[in-house]
């Protein structure tokens, strides 16, 4: 039975071991349809292994995976795109020869693969390298080939395992600039990266993962407010007086600058009330949120220390 509205991808109390190993563990989430979805976790977490279910390399030993509201068959890989972090290329064939032949395994025919293909090509400056085989291309070329035949389909699910690792500047913002494109013109995208400060840039929703359970999700926003602190920073002229550490905690101090910790009870305008009576001009006043790094490492730790995923609002 087909769901109308439903999300790209549902995840519905997956888990997945090989041998004794429990690599997914019951693992539940939905994809929201215009979200970049950010799949997290540290090495070993399970991510791996819930892309190949989703992918359908593997299949859940039980739980079920929906795309687009329909239970996951082997007709939907034609519809998704997949780079992995382990490129897959084969070396000695010619690039324009391994793209149409990749191509036209999710199902294009072959002239509207060669007219894509070479304006794929063209837009990462590699339309003169047609016909040379991928070992002469460098490591951040190849890699834009294996970009290009992951999204040559116009797929409508694009899973990308750290896709700028080995990519120059420039070639990263293009890439960037693609992905968003593609993601703006109805593509769902599934960023997995331990970059957070990638995922902060380019994600909306994440998923965090670790020892096979899903111990955090939500959007971004929500979450880095969920784990506020109640730090702020301050810049000003002039000269803080000695009392204010008295109220409030203060930390990196600098002749210009300082982060202000508040107690649990203070609120950020008495704060200010404080600093107008006082003989300083505030320059600058902002609120701190913590980093999606900072709560990964804060999740994963609190993890790993009780053996149980933390009780999450959200």
Known sequence: MIRTNAPVIEVQDV??????????DSVSFAMPPDAILGLLGPNGAGKTSLIRMITTITAPDSGSIFFQGQPLNGYHPTQIGYLPEERGLYKQMYVGEQLLYLAQLKGMNARAAESRARDWLGKFDLQDHWKKKVE?????????????ATVLHEPKLLILDEPFSGLDPVNANRMRAEILRM?????????????????????????????????????????????????????????????????????????????IQLGPDVSSNELLRDLLRMDVQIQGFQELLPSLNEIFIKRVSKVSSTGQPATISR
Not at 15 to 24: D, I, L, N, P, Q
Not at 136 to 148: A, P, Y
Not at 193 to 215: A, F, S
Not at 221 to 250: C, K, M, S, V, W
Request: aromatic share 8%; net charge neutral; hydrophobic share 35%.
């Open 183 to 259: 993601h703006a013109n109805g593509t769902a995208v599934i960023f997995s990266t331990h970059r957070m400060e990638q995922v902060e840039e380019l994600c909306e929703y994440i998923v965090l993962i670790d020892r096979g359970r899903n111990i955090l999700q939500g959007k971004v926003h929500d979450i880095r407010r969920q784990f506020n602190e109640h730090r702020y920073r301050l810049t000003y002229t002039g000269e803080l007086p000695a009392a204010l550490g008295e109220r409030y905690q203060l930390l990196n101090q600098t002749f210009s600058g300082v982060d």
């Open 15 to 24: 888990t997945k071991s090989y041998g004794e190993k429990v690599a997914v």
């Open 136 to 148: 002469e291309l460098s490591k951040g070329m190849q890699q834009q080939v294996q970009f290009i």
